[in-house]
């Protein structure tokens, strides 16, 4: 008997309502529209409200993908959060969320930290937990208020990210052909340097001096970054593709993490594939990190970018430097 395959239930995403424009930005940091849309193809982005947390934007996209999904609540027995910026450092937001959703107090709740890679890394986790036979439905999310985290004086970085949350809830099906069909997850460790919060963890403790200098907000070099990220993202998608002896054009809609035009622009390219083939939505959203794809994910399959049978490919790049790539038959 062949075994069950993991697929997608549900979809469903979350953007905050405040606006924050690429004009509005030029009057907080020396920038302007056409230098952050000329380097990054950003236009705009979503803002928390105050008092709007991190487990809040989750809790919305939660019930989206529940409510796509036709599954309750109570059918949820394992939950997965894909963040950087949970609420606190202690405890985990999974269990915050379970709080707010209502879910059973039997769901298995845990956060995953791979940065903008982290809904692919969750994805990956959570199917595999489903095959093992001892989880029936999982919800997978992945959210993040970088906006608290981002330096609001440093326009190399403030200009780049955004607030959101998606999530996909996952179950079996015994239907043939369907559902994920492989994972290509890695990372670089050599190049923490390069996407990092230099402060506030167990090696660097807060102290006056590092919140003096804003060493608790996040750094990034972001050239090497850039060619970090289009070399990790077109191998893992030329390995994954490779693994499954499947042909680049076979490929309906591209999910790409949304950091920047440029990086996405590259990878259509070096895949030999049209651009309308990618869902694009990082004028509107900015880097959004873990929320990056599963937002996309919800918006292309709402908009009648993805069918049934149809072959998609998710593809990932974040701090860490972590990478993943997710093939999926709908």
Known sequence: MAQPSTVILGTGSYAPSRVLTNAELSKMVDTSDEWITTRSGIRERRIAAPGEHTSDMAVHAARAALADAQVSADEIDLLIVATVTADMALPAASCIIQHKLGLRTTTACFDLNAAC???VYALDTGCAMLTSGRYHKALI??????????????RSTCVLFGDGAGAAVIGLSD???IGLIGTRLGAYGDGVDL????????????????????????????KEVFKRAVFAMERASREILEQHKIHADHIACVIPHQANLRIID???????????????????????SSASIPIALDEARRAGRIKSGDLILLVAFGAGLTYGAALIRW
């Open 117 to 119: 890679s982290g809904f």
């Open 141 to 154: 999310i992945g959210v993040e208020k970088l906006s608290s985290v981002v330096d609001w004086t440093d």
């Open 266 to 288: 590259a990878i259509a390219q070096y895949l030999e594939l049209p651009i309308e083939r990618f869902y694009v939505n990082v004028d509107r959203y900015g880097n959004t």
């Open 175 to 177: 239907t043939p052909g």
């Open 195 to 222: 996407l990092n919060i230099p402060k506030g963890g167990s090696s660097h403790p807060a102290t006056a001096e590092s919140i003096a200098n804003r060493e608790h907000f996040l750094r990034m070099k972001g």
